[in-house]
């Protein structure tokens, strides 16, 4: 993650609550059934960041949905801008990792995210002081709507610095150290074979 980019800015208003999901719209993706679940949650507004082959259907699925935002592809910067606004990051994709998440992370925002995964990893969803979202069992849109409502009713939400916390575990300069530092050992170890 590049940290020295995406900061959190405390100036920023989190409120009314703007949810964020951003992502290549593919299927894998699952972006439409994000959208699908904030169209039962009309009190909630989504912006949706990205592009790619769904786009198409989701423009239809968002047509008569006032509280969601299609927004297309955006710069860093203004990515970076609705991650600092954002009540929280949505994210529904089974994936290996997931630089998306620990980005919105950087910039102190949780993620309410598919309990499998990469995100397992990159998101602390238990109790405690370091947490940093929520798991939702299953990619069902009632599934995600139930947990942008639990999301809300924590009776302690995730911290800006947790989140700040937990994304700085992936700094590029940090992975690039520990990387050269495994390697050299791993050389180590075949010299004195």
């Given at each position: 993650?590049?940290?020295?980019?995406?900061?959190?800015?405390?100036?920023?208003?989190?409120?009314?609550?703007?949810?964020?999901?951003?992502?290549?719209?593919?299927?894998?993706?699952?972006?439409?059934?994000?959208v699908?679940?904030?169209?039962?949650?009309?009190?909630?507004?989504?912006?949706?960041?990205?592009?790619?082959?769904?786009?198409?259907?989701?423009?239809?699925?968002?047509?008569?949905?006032?509280?969601?935002s299609?927004?297309?592809?955006?710069?860093?910067?203004?990515?970076?801008?609705?991650?600092?606004?954002?009540?929280?990051?949505?994210?529904?994709?089974d994936?290996?990792?997931?630089?998306?998440?620990?980005?919105?992370?950087?910039?102190?925002?949780?993620?309410?995210?598919?309990?499998?995964?990469?995100?397992?990893e990159?998101?602390?969803?238990?109790?405690?002081?370091?947490?940093?979202?929520?798991?939702?069992?299953?990619?069902?849109?009632?599934?995600?709507?139930?947990?942008?409502?639990?999301?809300?009713?924590?009776?302690?939400?995730?911290?800006?610095?947790?989140?700040?916390?937990?994304?700085?575990?992936?700094?590029a300069?940090?992975?690039?150290?520990?990387?050269?530092?495994?390697?050299e050992?791993?050389?180590?170890?075949?010299?004195?074979?």
């Amino acid at each position: 993650v590049d940290l020295e980019f995406f900061t959190p800015d405390r100036s920023v208003a989190r409120d009314p609550p703007i949810y964020v999901t951003a992502s290549r719209q593919v299927p894998y993706k699952r972006i439409d059934r994000i959208v699908e679940a904030f169209r039962t949650l009309p009190e909630r507004r989504l912006v949706v960041i990205g592009d790619g082959p769904q786009h198409a259907r989701l423009k239809e699925l968002v047509a008569d949905a006032p509280n969601i935002s299609l927004l297309g592809e955006l710069s860093r910067e203004a990515m970076r801008d609705w991650f600092r606004r954002a009540r929280a990051f949505v994210f529904a994709a089974d994936e290996d990792f997931g630089i998306v998440p620990l980005e919105a992370q950087a910039c102190g925002t949780p993620v309410i995210a598919l309990g499998q995964g990469g995100a397992l990893e990159t998101v602390n969803g238990y109790e405690g002081p370091d947490r940093t979202g929520q798991y939702f069992p299953d990619d069902q849109p009632g599934t995600i709507a139930e947990a942008v409502r639990r999301f809300e009713a924590l009776t302690v939400p995730p911290t800006a610095e947790a989140c700040r916390t937990n994304a700085e575990r992936f700094d590029a300069m940090g992975f690039r150290t520990a990387l050269r530092r495994e390697v050299e050992q791993g050389l180590a170890g075949l010299r004195s074979e």
